[in-house]
């Protein structure tokens, strides 16, 4: 068997929708968070996990069906997927591909982990994250996350 | 319309040209009915005699009236309403609000939500502008601010008002030295920010290796709490006292400075030495605040 016989059996090709591809491997379902797919979704999901891949030894795969996700949605995982590459489908056919760009600032994603923080009380704001490479900044208290994004996704 | 919320907001002519109204302040040289007509709120959750003072004495200064409310009052007000409410009726009552908040971030999100200049006096143990001006203008006092070795110490990780001061210098031609027990060193996050800022970093455990070398020290508090146990503490504390032993040698410019309140972090023998310039610091207070006042307002 080729490995791209492989990678067919591993998650079935979709008519519609979006493809997201290289994502890091084991982020898929942090993916799946920050996109707002959690379990009561109506669109038919496939994941997988650990796939392996020539580029990146593991990956992850997202296939959503009957959704075409916009850019501002998708560059959210850039976070925890900088590698991750969307494909948009349409009538079995990859119509758009693009990569993911992180954006300056991430609004209503992660929540700060500075339990002092304006942004954790009840007021009528968004949390809001400034993105300096792999590491977030609140833009209300300064605090950094420099590691494990993905655990402070609200 | 301009907000005073985080020294990270400046740029350096910003900084200067504050420094400079300052001055004239201090200087006595001033137009006494400047914000004549004006009215400041002085909101404060959280009591600061302080900074209230010295915020409502610039505002006087300047022929302004304010209006106080203090931490209890404050706190009925908020009673089940939110910050962003408060700020936003307040906004209708007066021309610019003085915010000390317990949260941090707090003075941000009024920001977002006032239609009158909202400065920050405070936000948790978060940013305190005029804090970190009237460093800087204290040393400005004494020297130029660029060209100089600044060592700032004390509990670098979690100390805010150092961490701001290292902001600010970083607009500077200044060597930082940072000088903290081990685990209490300034984030790293901040010194690669400082860095790509045009600042290098040097880390000491040691004050007396590096204080022959500096013509400002900066002390900070290093807090108990950081510690596993009381002996540890007074072991570390004692070892970054500052006393006139410690002084030996140093270059006869240095200055020091500490935000105040001290506690043992330097020995009262030092106040006598020309080195000393804390009382000062404080008394810096109200032309810094007048030339925000009149910024923001004038
Ligand atoms: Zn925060």
Sequence with gaps: MTPGQNRTLLVSQIKDGTVIDHITAGEALNVLTILGIAGTTTESLSIATNVASRKEGRKDILKISGRELRKEEVDRIALIAPHATINIIRDYEVVEKKGVTVPPVIKGVVKCPNPGCISNAKEP?????????????????????????????? | MRHIISIRDFERRDLDHLLHRAGEFAGGGFDRDLLAGKILSLLFFEPSTRTRMSFASAMARLGGTCISVDSMEASSIAKGETLADTVR???????????????????????????????N???????????????????????????????ILGDLRYGRTAHSLAYALSLYDVNLHA????????????VHELK????????????????????VLYITRIQKERFPDLGSYYDVASSYRITPETLQGVKDRLILLH????????????DSTPHARY????????????????????
């Design chain 1, 125 to 154: 704001i968004e949390s809001a994250f400034e993105v300096l490479g792999k590491e977030l900044r609140c833009c209300y208290c300064d605090w950094m996350i420099t590691k494990n994004i993905a655990s402070h996704i609200i």
């Design chain 2, 89 to 119: 009726v307040v906004s209708g009552y007066t021309d610019a609000i003085v915010l000390r908040h317990p949260k941090e971030g707090a003075a941000r999100l009024a920001s977002e939500f006032a239609t009158v200049p909202v400065i």
């Design chain 2, 121 to 151: 006096a405070g936000d948790g143990a978060g940013q305190h502008p005029s804090q970190t001006l009237l460093d800087l203008y204290t040393i400005k006092q004494s020297m130029d601010l660029d060209g100089i070795e600044v060592g």
């Design chain 2, 179 to 190: 000088i903290a027990p081990k685990g209490l060193e300034f984030p790293e996050g901040l």
């Design chain 2, 196 to 215: 790509g800022r045009g600042m290098e970093v040097r880390n000491h455990h040691d004050v007396r290796k590096v204080i022959r070398d500096l013509d």
């Design chain 2, 259 to 270: 935000p105040l309140p001290r506690v043992d972090e330097i020995d009262p023998a030092v």
């Design chain 2, 279 to 298: 009382f000062e610091q404080s008394r810096n207070g109200v032309p810094v605040r007048m030339a925000l006042l009149s910024e923001v307002m004038g």
